[in-house]
């Protein structure tokens, strides 16, 4: 199991946009356990996300690439100009082969499915965090 060591600036901030509310609750409480990330706020579409994203400057995003009103193909590139220190983690239950060259292109820090081990999940902020910017 990783290390939950929280960094000396404090803990990962992560904002959660998924227009599933029972994937950002399973994400939410598989999270809470980990001192080293703070879900500091949740986003159900891409509009609110790119908002969310703005006001909170959080240091990783967890954005659904499939949302309403902005998928997360077009939240992407909004994100990263209005919070262009914040790291962004495409997820879809897509194919990584479809979805992960397009997201990777347009500013996503990495691409994961969802069905990935939370395990890896976690790795994959606090690698997103240490790149950051």
Request: include cysteine; proline fraction near 5%; hydrophobic fraction near 40%.
């Amino acid at each position: 199991m990783m290390s939950a060591q929280v960094r000396s600036g404090g803990p990962i901030r992560v904002l959660l946009c998924d227009d599933a509310e029972g994937f950002r609750a399973l994400m939410r409480s598989s999270l809470a356990d980990d001192p080293s990330i703070e879900i500091v706020g949740e986003a159900s579409d891409g509009e609110e996300g790119v908002q969310a994203t703005a006001d909170l400057q959080p240091d990783v995003v967890l954005l659904d690439m499939s949302m309403p009103r902005l998928s997360g193909l077009q939240a992407i590139p909004r994100m990263r100009r209005r919070a262009p220190r914040t790291s962004i983690i495409g997820l879809s239950s897509l194919s990584a082969s479809r979805m992960r060259g397009p997201s990777l292109e347009i500013g996503a820090h990495s691409y994961l499915e969802k069905g990935t081990e939370l395990e890896e999940i976690r790795a994959a902020i606090h690698e997103a965090a240490d790149d950051r910017g």
